[in-house]
């Protein structure tokens, strides 16, 4: 049984860029569901006493357990979203990182053109990550509940997520302006 991570902030600590409506629609709907859908779904099966990137990483091969592997994505993106948002202001990535954004994107204001550009260019729901794989930084977006530990993509620094209920209580459809909102105010490396 996996119980739910607690926010690292309080639901009304990232207005005006994320509203505490969002965040509880957002935590307290979309998330729980998750986790609770994948709490059913996994009882009294082989995957009910492993880690939760174990069952990711396993469902993926089996296209019997789809719905696992989507609800294990999604528990585990979303946990993995919640530490990539930061209620005092945007923080820069520590040194170390700083210069691999600069060897890999040549200034960090061009890393956040190319993350936007990667994230608006997400067709439908889905993930946009920057990975590190052999020492080089890389930004990838995933769709639905994949994510760089299934797909193999390296590991996850910070992530956005771009599906809709992200955003569109607080943006409607422009999620430029979200991702806008997360570049310059939310995110937490
Ligand atoms: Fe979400």
Redesign the pocket.
């Known amino acids: 049984m996996f119980e739910m991570k607690e926010l690292p902030f309080e639901f009304s600590a990232l207005e005006p860029y994320m509203s505490s409506k969002t965040l509880h629609f957002?935590y307290g709907k979309?998330?729980k569901a998750y986790l609770d859908k994948l709490n059913e779904l996994i009882q009294d099966t082989d995957y009910a006493d492993i880690p939760l990137e174990k069952i990711i990483k396993e469902s993926y091969f089996r296209p019997t357990d789809k719905a696992i592997y989507n609800n294990a994505g999604?528990v585990w993106n979303?946990q993995f979203?919640w530490n990539s948002l930061s209620d005092s202001g945007a923080i820069l990535p520590p040194t170390k990182f700083l210069k691999q954004i600069e060897d890999a994107f040549g200034s960090y204001d061009n890393f956040k053109k190319d993350f936007k550009a990667k994230a608006l260019a997400q067709f439908g729901s889905g993930w946009c990550w920057v990975v590190q794989k052999e020492g080089k930084l890389n930004i990838v977006t995933t769709s639905n509940a994949d994510s760089p530990i299934s797909l193999n993509l390296g590991q996850p620094l910070v992530c956005l997520?771009v599906?809709e209920?992200?955003y569109y209580l607080d943006y409607q459809n422009r999620r430029a302006d979200f991702i806008d909102a997360f570049l310059n105010h939310l995110i937490k490396w």
Request: aromatic share 30%.
């Open positions: 957002h979309h998330y999604q979303h979203f997520d599906w209920h992200a």
